[in-house]
């Protein structure tokens, strides 16, 4: 069994190298029986399930393809693909997970997360993130027309990288009494979010940030079943 964890890959079509990497990633953990953990920002948008845009077809196939072998796919939404369901997961029996969620490989407990909801000194994120998330609206939003939401997922994609211009790198980070608190009942944490790849020790307990999908590389983590937690490492994805 190979446990695999990724996180914002932020594909889209306008970044066919980023689609390549990541199918070439499907082929290479085919026959590992992998278990593939998607930590968030999957996709660099997601307007809904029921997008029908020509250049996911060849993403579907392949993620078929891959739980068809045997493998397992688990998804958490992140901050660009909170919309993603398992309305589309359900074409390659792909499965959504909590926010928030646990594993226990080989007596070490595991906690993962996209990562967003560490960043609390962020306060206007996290105030946006409390309204857009709000399923009640997320209901509203599914019946509008696609060229509609694709519209409102461009302005804020763009608000956003306005917003960040001018946000210290600290309060765009996680803010450490968050960390602490996540790491109260487990051994290890790991998410994405930030883009910072590292493994923080803290204490007797490691903190790992999966890398963002860079143009040639990324970082991920692969985990093996009797793997001690001090040696973990991230690992150099090349495409």
């Known amino acids: 069994m190979t446990y695999l964890f990724i996180a914002d890959l932020h594909l889209s079509p306008d970044h066919p190298r980023l689609v390549r990497g990541f199918l070439d990633l499907l082929a290479t953990y085919q026959n590992k029986n992998t278990q593939l953990y998607i930590l968030g920002d999957w996709f660099n948008a997601w307007i809904g399930d029921d997008d029908q845009s020509t250049w996911l077809n060849s993403i579907v196939s392949e993620l078929k393809k891959f739980t068809d072998a045997g493998n397992k796919i688990y998804f958490q939404v992140g ?49 946006f993130k409390s309204v857009i998330r709000n399923p009640i609206l997320l209901g509203i939003l599914k019946t ?90 991230l690992k150099k994805w090349q495409y």
């Open 144 to 233: 509008t027309p696609l060229w509609f939401r694709q519209k409102l997922s461009n302005g804020f994609r763009k608000k956003s990288m306005q917003s960040q211009t001018f946000k210290s790198y600290d309060i765009m980070d996680v803010n450490q009494h968050a960390v602490d608190v996540a790491l109260l009942d487990v051994d290890v944490l790991i998410h994405g979010h930030t883009h910072r790849a590292h493994i923080h020790d803290i204490k007797d307990k490691k903190r790992i940030v999966l890398g963002d999908w860079k143009q040639d590389s990324a970082d991920i983590l692969e985990i093996m079943p009797d793997q001690k937690i001090d040696h973990l490492k």
């Open 79 to 127: 901050n660009r693909d909170f919309a993603l369901g398992q309305t589309f997961l359900n074409q390659f029996s792909g499965k959504r997970l909590p926010d928030t969620d646990y594993l226990n490989i080989d007596g070490i407990r595991y906690r993962i997360e996209h990562g967003d909801a560490l960043c609390t000194d962020d306060i206007s994120y996290q105030r």
